[in-house]
């Protein structure tokens, strides 16, 4: 039902379903290894973290994304693995998160990361540069 071309898989009805799954969950793996180096609280936040995070995980989850052809819901998964990481790399609960007194919103985590982009806009910048597009930012 799949085949794998140039690291990605190729599914035969055409859907990139399987290979983002599998991509998150690639990405989750690296984020189970790289638990103990994240957790260091000895290891600059703003600027370590941030770049390890963006060099393997964020790497490993986006490989390829300049070829998918993406819904909703793929967005959806994409964001929720990113928040979740960022959540575990700061240590930020679930309780500061929905918890209406302290209430860390999406955009915030976001901020608070270094201010990295969101998937949307991630995946957005991936494919322009994949067609030849150059950004003001380099």
Known sequence: MHFKYLGSFISYNLRDDFDIDLRIKKAGQAMGALK???N???VDTYNTKHLIFKAI????L???CETWSLREDHYVK???????S???ILNISMTQVKVQDDHIKREDSLKMFYDITNIRTT???C???FIGWKSSQE
């Open 36 to 38: 103990h180096f994240f």
């Open 57 to 60: 995980p964020l790497n490993l």
């Open 123 to 125: 995946i957005a910048l």
């Open 40 to 42: 260091n609280k000895h």
């Open 78 to 84: 994409l964001e929720s693995f990113l928040q979740r």
């Open 127 to 129: 494919q322009l540069s």
């Open 62 to 64: 986006l490989w390829g």
């Open 86 to 88: 960022i959540r575990n």
